[in-house]
């Protein structure tokens, strides 16, 4: 039994039936050959995960709860995502997992460049790169870096797109089949980037090693900010930048979107970034890609390392 198939060829065949019907929008009738297939596979993921999103369609919420938690427990690494389901239908210890990011990347890895650039418009690191060099401007800081570290690095689009500006470039990310692309790219380092999770690899760096972070649509795919911006401020060096995009919210906080990302507000953005001891150099509204033929509304965010002193963000606060 795998992910692509319950070994039950009956129950296979049933289960591509049900999510014909979904895309069809017949949702009881793919609720009941879920159900179907459950019977004959009661512990295959998938088919709870497609019961869950039947039942959630159909306007069954409780029901979709109940599948999506089954499928979650059925496959703890949830590549699946069936966490980021519950925490869109308001279940308090659900949200995206590191199983789902990379599962969703590795798929992702053979088409992405070219989606991306010609399906979505995206302009993710031009967007970054041209704020990188405003507050650079801003501060007459020079457009020029020692060290960055490109979180969420993909392929490395964002590396293609501020290599001639830094002398060494560090570079991680979640799916293996990102980071194989990203190596032979010929952007990074020596060993870059690294395969693993952005804030783990940023605990285990060096205080102030970097001089840029950088994060082309990536905290889309992270609530709360806290965390990455507490440990970003410990590897920037003094007069260190960090620059990223976000997709924009109204009003104050954060939420999970309809499109499974995260959407941040700029108040939210002003406050967590104050917390952390990093002051906010730039942030204005941008478009990084398209979606269905609309723009997506974002933030484009330049934060730089408070010199003067600790904040009580850092006392634990």
């Not at 210890?93 to 789902?100: E, K, L, Q, R």
């Not at 002398?167 to 693993?196: H, N, T």
């Not at 285990?204 to 440990?231: H, I, N, R, T, W």
């Amino acid at each position: 039994m795998t992910l692509h198939s319950s070994g039950d060829l009956n129950a296979d065949r049933r289960y591509g039936y049900a999510q014909d019907l979904l895309k069809d929008h017949d949702f009881a009738a793919a609720a009941d050959l879920f159900r179907q297939v459950l019977e004959l596979t009661p512990a295959w993921p998938p088919a709870w995960f497609g019961l869950g999103e039947a039942l959630e369609q159909a306007g069954d919420r409780t029901g979709a709860i109940t599948a999506f938690q089954q499928a979650r427990v059925l496959s703890p690494p949830d590549a699946l995502g069936a966490g980021v389901r519950l925490a869109r239908l308001g279940v308090a210890d659900a949200g995206m997992t590191p199983g789902y990011v990379a599962a969703l990347f590795d798929e992702y890895a053979d088409r992405f460049d070219t989606h991306l650039v010609t399906a979505l418009d995206y302009r993710g690191p031009e967007v970054v790169m041209a704020a990188v060099e405003k507050a650079c401007g801003l501060s007459e800081r020079p457009f020029h870096f020692q060290r960055a570290c490109d979180l969420g690095c993909g392929t490395g689009l964002m590396a293609a797109a501020i290599r001639d500006r830094v002398a060494v470039i560090e570079g991680v990310d979640l799916s293996p089949a990102m980071v194989e692309k990203a190596r032979r790219s010929g952007y990074y380092g020596e060993g870059q980037p690294l395969c693993g999770d952005l804030l783990d690899t940023l605990d285990s760096a060096a205080e102030e090693q970097f001089d840029l972070l950088l994060a082309a649509d990536v905290l889309v795919y992270l609530g709360d900010l806290a965390p990455l911006l507490k440990a970003a401020r410990r590897v920037l060096a003094k007069g260190g930048i960090f620059a990223f995009t976000v997709q924009a919210q109204a009003g104050e906080g954060y939420s999970l979107g309809a499109d499974l990302r995260y959407h941040h507000s700029e108040a939210y953005l002003r406050v967590v970034a104050a917390q952390r001891g990093l002051t906010v150099e730039l942030l204005d509204p941008c478009i990084t890609r398209q979606d269905a033929g609309k723009p997506v509304h974002g933030f484009v965010v330049v934060l730089g390392h408070v010199v003067q002193s600790v904040l009580a963000a850092d006392h634990g606060h």
